[in-house]
């Protein structure tokens, strides 16, 4: 069974940090890009950032590059989302998601497993 599990959210106050963790179980981890993907109540799924196995193809959206950044474990089939200088507007909940895909992916829609997700809420 393919399980993704997200953990690490919080709240936290506009300019301070989190990391998240996703532990990944059930599939060959190296075969597969991860990535996280964050949802506001009524809005679209929006990636957020992606990372293929040999770390050579890195996603991040716009709205978060220089702030976000994506790392990976193989070792541990872990994968860790570290966000910096959070803002109210990066208030959403973050899952954790993995895609058959040959290079990091984007779009929500191209993710083949999700897991559950985390939720992130950042105060001004």
């Known amino acids: 069974e393919v399980q993704l599990q997200a953990s690490g959210g919080g709240l936290v106050q506009a300019g301070g940090s989190l990391r998240l963790s996703c532990a990944a179980s059930?599939?060959?981890?190296?075969?597969?890009?991860i990535g996280w993907v964050r949802q506001v109540p009524g809005k679209e799924r929006e990636g957020v950032a992606c990372?293929?196995?040999?770390?050579?193809?890195?996603y991040y959206a716009d709205s978060v590059k220089g702030r976000f950044s994506i790392a990976r474990d193989n070792a541990k089939n872990t994968v860790y989302l570290r966000m910096n200088n959070l803002n109210p507007e990066d208030t959403a909940v973050y899952y954790c998601?993995?895609?058959?895909?040959?290079?990091?992916?984007?779009?929500?829609?191209?993710?083949?497993?999700w897991g559950q997700g985390t939720q992130v809420t950042v105060s001004s």
């Open positions: 998601a993995a895609s058959e895909a040959a290079q990091a992916v984007g779009v929500a829609s191209e993710y083949d497993y």
């Open positions: 059930g599939f060959t981890f190296d075969d597969y890009v």
């Open positions: 990372i293929s196995s040999a770390d050579d193809s890195i």
